[in-house]
């Protein structure tokens, strides 16, 4: 594979201020690879990063005018292997996870990359090996980027581009499940809000063999994509009390309770929902402090996890379960755009256009800007 020395890539320089620039095609080191990348799809993070810089930790301080590329649920073609890499070979599609920690910190070595101790210490004279592509190093809004062997995980053949672009995020849907005990095989689980970690959520606990599955939300649009990702029950909580409904499927309430939708009411809501000895996952969160009722938690020995991003291996685990189509992940999938129109691909992201879940933006062939059909 023949690799240029620039690249098209979007940097950000002020607050939502993106640009398409040439920029030198990086060059990877030991344990690294160079992917081409193929599609990438857009995360509500993405856009929480180009518009307030937060969690993006560039050079020790905010992402703006640092020649930064964000982006980081991508996939691609191994395009050239750093020295000793014989773990991939050039041409093979990969798909990445977004953390390869340092390696060498106490939660590193405890598997908990994505809580890495020298998260972001990878500038000037200090250079742990973390890399949180997107976040802390250049990402994938690029036609090539730079990935750590640890972070890639093997695209079948019979699975297309777009599809492969939602393994991190079924990924972190994985990261919660694993992080309450992962065994949910014959246990009720409620994931409340359907955006698309908590639908691969659904899509995830359902294929662990959990049972029942109810999903809430207010969007009747997104509850359907719910069932057909497997959710026993949907709840549209304009219509339904979410509560009553989950004490009367499951007797006690649920034995966990993956949160996705971080509002105030839904986090109690998950502490009156959960049966004693539960466990509740927070997979979202607030933005400002909130009054929870911690007294219905330790009255009840309620377990509340916090996870960050997609840790344990979760996103090769996850590929595991879609690649031997235990659910469809592109039911969440609606729009496609290339490479140039980034910025009409990011607003319909924010402002949820013609309904849109996840927006991908492919690099090459002739895709035009598309909604998808098994959508519409
Ligand atoms: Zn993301
Ligand atoms: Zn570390």
């Avoid at 690799?3 to 979007?10: C, K």
Wanted: glycine content about 10%; aromatic content about 6%; some cysteine.
């Amino acid at each position: 594979m023949i690799v240029p020395a620039t690249m098209r890539a979007w940097v950000l320089d002020g607050p939502n201020e993106l640009h398409l620039v040439e920029k030198p095609v990086p060059v990877p080191k030991r344990a690294e690879v160079l992917v081409r990348i193929d599609a990438v799809a857009i995360c509500a993070t993405d856009l929480e990063i180009i518009e307030m810089g937060t969690p993006a930790l560039i050079e020790g301080g905010p992402p703006f005018h640092k020649n930064f590329t964000p982006g980081h649920e991508y996939m691609g073609t191994v395009a050239a292997l750093g020295p000793g890499v014989d773990e991939y070979r050039v041409g093979e599609r990969v798909t990445v996870e977004i953390h390869a920690g340092c390696g060498q910190c106490k939660r590193c070595r405890q598997g908990m990359y994505t809580s890495c101790h020298n998260y972001g210490l990878n500038y000037g004279n200090v250079d742990k090996g973390h890399r949180a592509n997107g976040f802390t190093t250049d990402g994938g809004f690029a036609e090539y980027a730079i990935n750590n062997i640890n972070t890639l995980s093997q695209v079948p053949d019979d699975m297309s581009d777009e599809e492969a672009t939602l393994v991190v995020t079924a990924g972190t849907s994985m990261y919660g499940l694993t992080e309450v005990g992962g065994l949910v095989a014959g246990e009720s689980v409620v994931v409340t809000g359907p955006g698309p970690i908590g639908l691969l959520a659904v899509a995830v606990a359902k294929a662990l063999g959990a049972s029942p599955v109810i999903l809430s939300g207010t969007r009747d649009a997104r509850l359907d994509i719910g069932r057909k990702l497997g959710a026993d029950r949907v709840v549209n909580i304009n219509k339904e009390s979410l509560v009553s409904v989950v004490k009367e499927m499951t007797g006690r309430g649920a034995d966990y309770v993956i949160e996705c939708a971080g509002t105030e009411t839904a986090i109690n809501e998950a502490a009156q929902m959960t049966n004693r000895g539960g466990k509740i996952c927070l997979a979202a969160f607030p933005h400002e402090p909130v009054l929870a009722d911690i007294g219905a938690l330790v009255k009840n020995n309620i377990y509340v996890y916090g996870i960050r991003g997609e840790g344990k291996s979760a996103t090769r685990r996850a590929m595991a379960l879609m690649a031997a189509k235990r659910f469809d992940a592109t039911l969440i999938h609606t729009h496609t755009f290339p490479l140039a129109e980034l910025r009409t691909a990011l607003d319909y992201a924010r402002n949820r256009t013609d309904d849109a879940i996840k927006v991908v933006v492919k690099m090459h062939g002739s895709e035009m800007r598309s909604r998808k059909e098994s959508t519409r």
